[in-house]
């Protein structure tokens, strides 16, 4: 008997995921309250089996708004139909649903005691990415997975990924992992992160923490060893279109300021244009990589600057590394490390503000021997 196509998961089927769920996983299991959730949200899909009215197995992906990445979040089927290969179709179905929208990228963890589970993957054409350990709530650890679902192959990259450890330091996580491109991982660590946040930060102290900026990013760049150059589209002060307070604005002016006089003094090159995406994909292609502010509502639904490191390109994508994981909302370091932007979405998120500011720190460098 022919296997039927998996369909949608609704509502009315979250008693029979439910009782898979129990059945399949001693710890870590997905709720009936997140499955509710979970089937109703625009950024997932939950994909079944369903036999005679009896639902055998599903697949569940979630998709990162903006981006070509999608996670298969969890793949269970139930023990009574284990080995009638209903898990390939459902992976199958999933990596279809992720090209269904416009996903190139398909990963997932899975326990490192699970062989069958990782004979799958392996069997699929899944490639071993990463191990975290302690990632259950047992204490297993976790094996990453990845596949290039369309497209050729993933570009080489070599910059490593690192996760800010505060709200307010996406800028200096993203100086971090350039750092560690090109000249040493010891530069992955908080407190690095902390010490370079401290010396590029435009000062917010009347209002909690603030960020960096791109002068600022430069100069700590320059005095690290690293050689490089600014895109911004304006010579105004930056990130002061909301600012009310007069004495914040006094005090961000006047960081601002600094950060001018050094990077003049230093040398480094200032372009006051927008770059553009032909411009960045040439650099990229030389092996640089550019820590590039986009809009944190449309990367992560607030309204703040943000900044990614954008490192390699497909020909299709940007691939850029994004310091800011979505923890409570069930993303990993997996969901924002070398993360696929469409040219299009890569080229609308890069600006912030109403005025549509546009800017980036490129860093130059070589590509290492391989």
Known sequence: MSVPRPRPAVQSDIPDLDRIEQAVFATDRISRRSFRKLIARPTAETLVIEIDGEICGYAMILFRAGAALARLYSLAVAPEHAGKGYGKVLLSAAEKAAMDHDRILLR??????????????????????????????????????????????????????????????????????????????????????????????????????????????????????????????????????????????????????????????????????PFTLEWLRGKLAEGYVAIVLVSGYLMMGKKVPHWVLAHGDDGRHIFVHDPWVEEEHGETAADAASIPLPYAIFDRIACFGRSGLRAAVLIKGNLPDV
């Not at 069997?123 to 047992?138: F, L, P």
């Not at 996406?170 to 010396?199: H, Q, T, Y």
């Not at 005095?223 to 004495?247: A, M, Q």
Request: glycine share 8%; charged share 25%; proline share 4%.
């Open 108 to 273: 997932l963890e899975v326990r490192e005691d699970n062989a069958a589970a990782i004979a799958l993957y392996r069997g699929s054409g899944y490639r071993r990415i990463g191990r975290v350990e302690h990632y259950y709530a047992d204490g297993m650890s976790a094996l990453r997975f990845e596949k290039l679902l369309r497209g050729s192959e993933a570009p080489a990259l070599y910059t490593p990924f690192y996760e800010q450890t505060t709200d307010f330091t996406c800028g200096s996580a993203c100086l971090l992992m350039a750092l560690a491109r090109f000249r040493s991982k010891n530069f992955l660590d908080p407190v690095w992160e902390i010490r370079l946040w401290r010396e590029a930060t435009t000062v917010f102290m009347l209002s909690g923490p603030g960020g960096c900026e791109p002068f600022g990013l430069a100069v700590v760049a320059r005095e690290h060893g690293l050689d490089p150059e600014i895109w911004c589209s304006t010579d105004d002060f930056l990130f002061l279109e909301t600012v009310r307070d007069t004495e914040k604005r006094r005090v961000m002016e006047l960081a601002q300021t600094d950060f001018r006089a050094r990077v003049a003094a230093g040398g480094v090159p200032v372009h006051h244009e």
